[in-house]
């Protein structure tokens, strides 16, 4: 025994679920980023915030003038002494104005619809903790999907029942299967539905979503995460059909569309009854004042208007990247849809023309020389359900792109004219994603 001597056990006094935990991954937990890598990875906006910034990064207006459109994003330092504020009623004014487009209801989205959080995955694990009981409850995972859903419920002790994605449609949901599972065990107390999928970047239809809701016995919540929902097409957003399911909870974040991954600000809109029990047991001030007026500011119109032409820059540059990706030798299909900021791409053992087949000992190669020896560092997605040989590619910028598909190209070509070798290099790096890599 060192220090102190104690009779304290790590491995008989932490939770036996926490002690088996594995934890969430992300590609720079392989590659340290160190200022100079081409992050093409964790489908940020490659493009930088949503604010009227000047080039050395400080806002264009640089004081509020009175007007709630033109507020600068601007943080009140000398404040920083006072707690912030507890409700951040302005906030989740600001989110339901940008989500009331009565697309799919003539009812108005009210603050008493939100709960806002630390990213979404403040709303994951505090909808798990609301609704599910440790040990005995389970939830409902739809894979290949987003890995923090499983891992929150590990967290929670919670069991994680899956019912895939039609891998022979697009990943396309399959409600009656989901349906059914719910019919046959009423522990699932939550149905996490991602949309645009992550890694499959195609959007729930809404029909698919309503036969879920539909349920005639099952008594329980469906969640749906918009994060990427920005990219889809308009209209696509189902928040403001909260108002017409009391089950129904629609997850966003300012982290990928608004390019504020560094803020931490995710919402979940649902019904009044659910969003005051979420709101009554998160911690009294979860939302910074600095994350609260960045995300206020971006709410703005003049900043909306830097998020939609940032995110036209990205569409521009994901269709530049369908046409020219399938053009290097040894890229197979794109899997999924196209309704988000990533593309999942196969990675073949040989070019198209030759035969080539998904394979995720190739796929595995061309993701570490990448990030090794070219600066570019992407996601391996070849062990989730239907994603073979895949990885899964952010939208950068357009010299981002550049650079992507001239290393690619070069990547390709050096392990594709070396294949008897490379495949049997790499095994044990894919052995070990499959085994420990749980982020989708």
């Given at each position: 025994?060192?220090?102190?001597?104690?009779?304290?056990d790590?491995?008989?006094c932490a939770?036996?679920?926490?002690?088996?935990?594995?934890?969430?991954?992300?590609?720079?937990?392989?590659?340290?980023?160190?200022?100079?890598?081409?992050?093409?990875?964790?489908?940020?906006?490659?493009y930088?915030?949503?604010?009227?910034l000047?080039?050395?990064?400080?806002?264009?207006?640089?004081?509020?003038?009175?007007?709630?459109?033109?507020?600068?994003a601007?943080?009140?330092?000398?404040g920083?002494n006072?707690?912030?504020?507890?409700?951040q009623?302005?906030l989740?004014?600001?989110l339901?104005?940008?989500?009331?487009?009565?697309?799919?209801?003539s009812?108005?989205l009210?603050?008493?619809n939100?709960?806002?959080?630390?990213?979404?995955?403040?709303?994951?694990?505090?909808?798990?903790?609301c609704?599910?009981t440790?040990?005995?409850?389970?939830?409902?995972?739809c894979?290949?999907?987003?890995?923090?859903?499983?891992?929150?419920?590990?967290?929670?002790?919670?069991?994680?029942?899956?019912?895939?994605?039609?891998?022979?449609?697009a990943?396309?949901l399959?409600?009656?299967?989901?349906?059914?599972?719910?019919?046959?065990?009423?522990?699932?107390?939550?149905?996490y539905?991602?949309?645009?999928?992550?890694p499959?970047a195609?959007?729930?239809?809404?029909?698919?979503?309503?036969q879920?809701?539909?349920?005639?016995?099952?008594?329980?919540?469906?969640?749906?995460?918009?994060?990427?929902?920005?990219?889809?097409?308009?209209?696509?957003?189902?928040?403001?059909?909260?108002?017409?399911?009391?089950?129904?909870v629609?997850m966003?974040?300012?982290s990928?569309?608004?390019g504020?991954?560094?803020?931490?600000?995710g919402?979940?809109?649902?019904?009044?009854?659910?969003?005051?029990?979420l709101?009554?047991l998160?911690?009294?001030?979860?939302?910074s004042?600095?994350?609260s007026?960045?995300?206020?500011?971006?709410?703005?119109p003049?900043?909306?208007?830097?998020?939609?032409r940032?995110?036209?820059?990205?569409?521009?540059?994901?269709?530049?990247?369908?046409e020219?990706?399938?053009?290097?030798?040894?890229?197979?299909?794109?899997?999924?849809?196209f309704?988000?900021?990533?593309?999942?791409?196969?990675?073949?053992d040989k070019?198209?023309?030759?035969?080539?087949?998904?394979?995720?000992?190739?796929?595995?190669?061309v993701?570490?020389?990448?990030a090794d020896?070219?600066?570019?560092?992407?996601?391996?997605?070849?062990?989730?359900?239907?994603?073979?040989?895949?990885?899964?590619?952010?939208?950068?910028?357009a010299?981002?792109?550049?650079?992507?598909?001239?290393r690619?190209?070069?990547?390709?070509?050096?392990?594709?004219?070396?294949?008897?070798?490379?495949?049997?290099?790499?095994?044990?790096?894919?052995?070990?994603?499959?085994?420990?890599?749980?982020?989708?």
């Amino acid at each position: 025994m060192t220090g102190h001597e104690s009779p304290f056990d790590l491995s008989t006094c932490a939770r036996p679920n926490i002690l088996a935990l594995e934890p969430y991954r992300c590609a720079r937990d392989d590659y340290k980023d160190d200022g100079t890598n081409i992050l093409l990875d964790a489908n940020e906006n490659a493009y930088g915030p949503a604010l009227e910034l000047r080039a050395e990064g400080k806002p264009k207006h640089g004081a509020v003038n009175g007007h709630v459109d033109q507020r600068a994003a601007e943080i009140d330092l000398l404040g920083l002494n006072r707690y912030p504020d507890p409700h951040q009623n302005e906030l989740k004014q600001l989110l339901c104005a940008l989500r009331n487009t009565h697309h799919h209801t003539s009812r108005n989205l009210q603050p008493e619809n939100l709960f806002v959080g630390s990213g979404s995955d403040e709303a994951i694990d505090a909808l798990l903790r609301c609704f599910c009981t440790p040990g005995r409850d389970k939830i409902l995972t739809c894979p290949p999907t987003y890995g923090m859903y499983a891992v929150s419920a590990q967290v929670n002790d919670l069991e994680v029942v899956k019912v895939p994605l039609d891998t022979s449609k697009a990943f396309k949901l399959r409600p009656e299967a989901i349906n059914a599972t719910l019919s046959s065990d009423p522990s699932i107390k939550i149905v996490y539905v991602c949309s645009p999928g992550n890694p499959t970047a195609n959007i729930v239809s809404k029909s698919d979503l309503q036969q879920i809701l539909e349920h005639p016995t099952w008594n329980g919540v469906v969640v749906l995460d918009e994060a990427y929902i920005d990219f889809a097409p308009e209209g696509s957003s189902l928040a403001e059909w909260v108002n017409e399911w009391p089950n129904l909870v629609v997850m966003q974040t300012l982290s990928k569309a608004f390019g504020l991954a560094g803020i931490r600000l995710g919402a979940a809109f649902t019904s009044p009854p659910i969003a005051r029990l979420l709101n009554n047991l998160k911690a009294p001030y979860n939302i910074s004042s600095p994350t609260s007026a960045l995300a206020c500011a971006a709410l703005q119109p003049r900043n909306l208007a830097v998020m939609k032409r940032n995110r036209e820059k990205i569409l521009t540059q994901r269709d530049r990247m369908l046409e020219e990706l399938p053009q290097i030798p040894g890229v197979g299909r794109f899997l999924g849809g196209f309704d988000s900021n990533f593309l999942l791409v196969e990675i073949l053992d040989k070019p198209r023309n030759e035969g080539g087949r998904p394979n995720n000992e190739t796929a595995m190669a061309v993701y570490e020389r990448l990030a090794d020896t070219k600066g570019v560092v992407v996601r391996f997605r070849g062990k989730e359900v239907g994603c073979l040989g895949c990885l899964r590619i952010s939208v950068g910028t357009a010299e981002e792109v550049d650079k992507l598909l001239e290393r690619m190209r070069s990547v390709l070509r050096d392990i594709l004219s070396n294949r008897g070798q490379a495949p049997n290099i790499h095994t044990e790096h894919v052995k070990e994603h499959e085994a420990n890599d749980v982020i989708a």
